[in-house]
């Protein structure tokens, strides 16, 4: 590749990189700005730890921030567990696999928006659901499946809409291990657990970082489907940022959405960090010396 | 006894099932909604509507703001389609074909709209409008805030499609006396053509779908089909409605998607490049 001057480099790179850092680095930079009492839109601005101290004191920002950990948590680690079995599963291909995941895969390309009316209308008053359990006998009446306090159906959706984008990435980094790393592992008299223990999820853990941390974020900061079919007496925290937004109140939506911000960025690490330290225990290395010497022998 | 190919087989006739009922049925059930007649109401004794017309397409049409909605999400969309493009286009030949100093952390950097939840950006760029007094153009807003958004998809696709090009390619056309358009022609194009496309169908469709800063910067008033479809899942919320909104929304982007895939798959280096 050809090795140009920096003055050019930056001028290719100022539309396009430079654009996006000087967005996004205005909108984090007014964010935090505005979370403590600069850029006012109304009144005096001036540094303040007011509106912070506020929003710490409430129960409210407590319950959110507990609530959307608690969603993006779940939602990253449930897609990934499902996607992984059939990832394997889908490994190595055979008739009818690509049927399989074109289907899995489709929720991929329906709009949050667009699933959360299709849930919604399945699990209504007198939807689908209700009307299959009465006929099973396990409801005598229908029940209100809608805005469930427990978040089950949020989460199901979540699992639903995310569990295909842990798949896509997933399968392609299951699909690199070789068939000969993993009969090695057979060999040496790992089952099906240990094989994924030691073996693929320390080959996959980079894909697998990945769709957490990807999914994570997004739960975390989902706002359509918890007002569409999250509980009513919880509030995530991109809607409790839009309550105190549609209210005027800037100091504490900027609070809001800085712990958003905050929280996005820890929870990655974490998740990241923890799946790494999971999984770090490499057989790879004993596995791969036993394979060499097969190897050895076979040429010899 | 079972065999692994009968319990493959038994897999995946299960999963198919699943497959079937997570995607069929809520499709089936949104589009027999769409066709429920006012005059008779689909109650649960019926297992299909009793009455089946086009009315409620009709009333939408006619009644509510989705002409508004279509025209705004389909005007902004191949706005943003473009302007990403274009401004996309020097930094993917910068990161697809020269070597520099720090060109890992500019990729990095390219991704930073997609860390920041959309949310929040949403929200702060509302404030940043009302600061500098221009928060009422709010069709221009929009479509600013959704180039900077989509840029990372057209900056990665891009800069691959750079990165396919073949040095011998150019060099052959350079040696056998071709223009610079000619270079470009020959060399760059075939290259480039299917991430041209699918950088265009990519923003194109993520413009289509975007929510979070049409419906913040949007209020008030402005309305795109996502907000829209939400607001009917809202107070008022009427399945037959909702139902019609729901699939304006999904079924052109399901066929752009099916289309962009393909077009993702065609991006073949060898193909793209000539060679086999």
Redesign the interface.
């Known amino acids: 590749?050809?090795?140009?001057s920096?003055w050019l480099?930056t001028?290719?790179?100022?539309?396009?990189?430079g654009?996006?850092?000087v967005?996004?680095g205005?909108?984090?930079y007014?964010?935090i700005a505005?979370s403590i009492g600069f850029?006012n839109?109304s009144g005096e601005s001036g540094f303040t730890l007011e509106s912070w101290d506020k929003l710490l004191a409430r129960k409210s920002y407590w319950t959110a921030v507990r609530y959307s950990l608690f969603i993006g948590f779940w939602a990253a680690v449930l897609s990934v567990a499902a996607a992984y079995p059939?990832a394997l599963?889908l490994r190595k291909p055979?008739k009818?696999s690509l049927?399989?995941s074109a289907?899995?895969k489709?929720?991929?390309?329906?709009?949050?928006?667009?699933a959360?009316?299709?849930?919604?209308?399945?699990i209504?008053f007198?939807?689908?659901v209700?009307?299959f359990m009465i006929w099973t006998g396990l409801f005598d009446a229908?029940r209100r499946l809608q805005n469930d306090s427990g978040a089950w159906g949020l989460l199901f959706l979540q699992v639903?809409k995310n569990m295909p984008f842990a798949l896509l990435l997933l399968t392609g980094a299951v699909q690199s291990i070789s068939q000969d790393t993993l009969n090695a592992a057979q060999d040496l008299g790992a089952g099906a657990i240990e094989r994924f223990r030691r073996v693929i999820a320390p080959l996959t853990v980079s894909a697998m970082q990945a769709a957490l941390i990807i999914i994570f974020?997004d739960a975390?900061?989902d706002?359509?489907f918890q007002?569409?079919v999250g509980p009513t007496n919880r509030q995530s925290l991109?809607q409790y940022?839009?309550f105190f937004?549609s209210r005027g109140r800037?100091n504490e939506?900027?609070g809001v959405?800085v712990t958003?911000?905050a929280l996005?960025l820890a929870g990655a690490i974490v998740l990241a960090v923890t799946a790494r330290l999971i999984f770090r225990k490499r057989p790879i290395g004993r596995v791969l010396a036993w394979y060499e010497i097969r190897n050895k022998e076979a040429r010899s | 006894m079972i065999t692994p190919h009968t319990l493959?087989r038994a897999?995946?006739i299960l999963?198919?099932t699943v497959?079937?009922l997570?995607?069929v049925?809520?499709?089936t059930?949104?589009i027999l909604?769409s066709f429920v007649d006012p005059a008779a109401p689909w109650?649960?004794d019926h297992l299909l509507p009793p009455v089946m017309s086009a009315y409620r397409w009709e009333f939408m049409w006619e009644n509510s703001l989705l002409k508004p909605a279509l025209l705004n999400s389909y005007t902004l969309a191949p706005l943003a389609a473009l302007v990403t493009f274009v401004?996309?286009m020097?930094?993917?030949?910068?990161l697809g074909?020269?070597?520099?100093?720090g060109k890992e952390i500019?990729k990095i950097?390219?991704l930073?709209?997609l860390?920041?939840?959309?949310?929040?950006?949403a929200?702060?760029?509302?404030?940043?409008l009302?600061?500098i007094g221009l928060a009422q153009y709010r069709f221009s807003a929009i479509l600013f805030?959704h180039t900077?958004l989509f840029?990372?998809y057209a900056?990665r696709i891009m800069s691959v499609s750079f990165e396919q090009v073949r040095q011998d390619h150019i060099n052959a056309a350079r040696d056998l006396g071709a223009s610079a358009w000619a270079v470009f022609r020959v060399a760059y194009w075939p290259a480039l053509k299917p991430g041209v496309l699918a950088t265009l169908l990519i923003v194109f469709i993520k413009s289509v779908?975007e929510?979070?800063i049409a419906y913040?910067v949007g209020q008030p008033g402005f309305v795109t089909v996502?907000t829209l479809?939400?607001a009917s899942?809202?107070q008022d919320?009427n399945?037959p409605n909702?139902?019609v909104l729901?699939l304006i929304?999904?079924v052109p982007?399901?066929i752009l998607?099916?289309f962009l895939e393909r077009l993702l798959k065609s991006a073949n280096p060898a193909l793209s490049s000539g060679k086999g």
């Open positions: 590749m050809i090795r140009p920096p480099i001028l290719l790179l100022l539309p396009g990189i654009l996006i850092v967005f996004i205005a909108v984090i007014i964010a505005q850029y839109l059939i599963w055979f009818g049927t399989v289907l899995l489709a929720p991929l390309m329906i709009h949050g928006i667009v959360a009316f299709l849930f919604l209308n399945i209504s007198n939807g689908i209700n009307q229908p639903w974020i975390l900061a706002f359509t007002t569409t991109a940022m839009d937004r800037w939506a900027a959405g958003l911000m996005s | 493959n897999l995946m999963l198919m497959a079937t997570w995607l049925i809520p499709f059930m949104a909604w109650t649960p401004i996309a020097p930094t993917a030949f910068a074909r020269y070597e520099f100093r500019a950097a390219a930073l709209p860390v920041v939840p959309t949310f929040v950006t929200i702060f760029f509302t404030s940043i009302y600061q805030a900077v840029l990372p900056i779908e929510f979070a913040i996502p479809v939400y899942l809202g919320f399945r909702a139902a729901s929304l999904a982007n399901v998607m099916l």
